[in-house]
């Protein structure tokens, strides 16, 4: 028999909770949420309600319902020091602590980190508490990424051609975040192809579930802004349709070198999920940067697959026995689509910023699996919030299929929505392979040059 206590109300910790109970194990799950997410309420023994810095309640929740251990979903609580005040009392925790998880925290350190353990993927980059330099250093760069030293909820990453296109634009926006914040990181742009890798870790062993790719533009063709993500996919053979065997390797082989970084770095392991953003350029596989946590919504990609029981995987991560499970996914392609208010991702002025607190149906979905996100259940209904409402998942055989099958449930969710109708769909993904086919041309052409 287990008590788990989740941490989190969002899709992925939906995704999570039912993945809890898919156990084989008498699993018991206890939750700790912000605010209620309806389906983790649901399906959980009790709920708590509050803070995600309240440690105090959070501890206390967990002693009072003789917790195992505890699952933690977003980075918030373990960017407030969760795994810590838990291990207090003695509960382990599927989490870094507060120290390890400036891996996503600190994208410096992170950054930092690969440097001093001389880990390949970096690219060029350099770390500013002030202007001095930042103008040179920028000035030698073809391209420019920009981004604080903190937790940004993946929407403060400024990209020029994206989000600026000159050089006095990029300096702008560097004394604009100096201004909010102590630390500023300018990175070389790269151009490729990006993939998430979800990776478990037990801070010796380390195993990769299948890759990934998110979608973080708002709208159709990539167009609009950033935000948390408005789907992603994943394929039957545990690839994506532009990688190659070796481009998996060599994002597991950068996690793993990463992972023993830390245990040298800081003396502590890593027990959790280690993330990694990576690209494909012309010159290898490329760090963007480590998220501390399951990714929202590519959990929701990855655990309906999950063939291992995830209490035994959840045990072996806490125990550090990671190396005699084996952990297995089915041989499936995943689709997922996120239904989002009308206005989500618009200025407050625009006429459909008013459809965010709206309410919507959900008709009974008997194809896909609905992931419940940012909504609040009231006596009269269903509302949503701001935020992304609802991921919508289809599983088959192949993506062509799943990306139907998520594609029809969509239609099942009633109200001022919307969502990316092209993700995982054919012409999409072609984009993305003949992009892929043309940085590896010009990559082995220049290997060419250089052999002659």
Known sequence: MYNVLLIGNGAREHAIAETILRSRHNTTLFSFMKSNNPAIAALSSAACFGSYDNLNDISTFARDNAIDFAVIGPEDPLNNGVVDALRGIGIPAVGP???????????????????????????????FTS????????????????KPDGLTGGKGVMVQGDHFNTKEEALDHCREILREHSVVIVDEKLEGEEFSLQCLSDGTTVVATPPVQDHKRRFVDDKGPNTGGMGSYSSEDHSLPFMTPADVSEGLAITRK??????????????????????????GIKLLEYNARFGDPEAMNILPLLKTDFVDICRAIIDGTLNLLEVEFEKKATVCKYIVPKGYGLPKDHPDARSTYAKIEVDDVKEAQLFYASVDKREDGLYMTTSRAIGVVGIADDLVTAEQIAERAVSAIKGPVDHRPDIGTKPLIQRRIDHMRKIRAYSQALRDQHSI
């Open 97 to 127: 602590t507060k120290k390890l998880a400036q891996l996503e925290t600190s994208k410096s350190f992170t950054r930092n980190l690969l440097s001093k353990y001389k880990i390949p993927g970096n690219p060029r980059y350099k770390i």
């Open 131 to 146: 202007m001095d330099g930042v103008e040179d250093f920028i000035g030698g760069l073809e391209g420019v990424v920009i």
């Open 258 to 283: 990463v992972a023993d970084a830390i245990y040298q770095e800081t003396g502590e392991h890593y027990k959790g999920v280690m993330y990694g953003g990576f690209i494909i350029t012309k010159s």
